[in-house]
């Protein structure tokens, strides 16, 4: 059982960066791939990145690509999502999640409640 909370979003200029964190709890974390997703009013849940369980590989989606990065840190069951140049079409729910490595939201069986990033122009 893994158990998520999101902090960190909030009101940025486009241009600018944030830095949102996910503190997990559960003895799993550490064997446990993570990822972000997000959602914009009336619009699906999209993958933004993942990130295996040890770290070392990450996969992020072609509309963040060099912007955002993805990371975890299993000694305080943390992850975060650095992003950076940040575009009013970014604005959305962010989520993190726990499962599987993989872009799909089928493959996540534990998601945090989110938190909100608007970035205005």
């Known amino acids: 059982q893994v158990q998520l909370v999101e902090s960190g979003g909030g009101l940025v200029q486009a241009g600018g960066s944030l830095r949102l964190s996910c503190a997990a709890s559960g003895r799993t974390f550490s064997s446990i791939a993570m990822g972000w997703f997000r959602q914009a009013p009336g619009k699906e849940r999209e993958f933004v990145a993942a990130?295996?369980?040890?770290?070392?590989?990450?996969y992020s989606a072609d509309s963040v690509k060099g912007r955002f990065t993805i990371s975890r840190d299993n000694a305080k069951n943390m992850m975060y999502l650095q992003m950076n140049s940040l575009t009013p079409e970014d604005t959305a729910v962010y989520y993190c999640?726990?499962?599987?490595?993989?872009?799909?939201?089928?493959?996540?069986?534990?998601w945090g409640q989110g938190t909100q990033v608007t970035v205005s122009s």
């Open positions: 999640a726990a499962g599987s490595f993989s872009s799909r939201s089928s493959g996540y069986g534990y």
């Open positions: 990130i295996s369980w040890s770290g070392i590989t990450t």
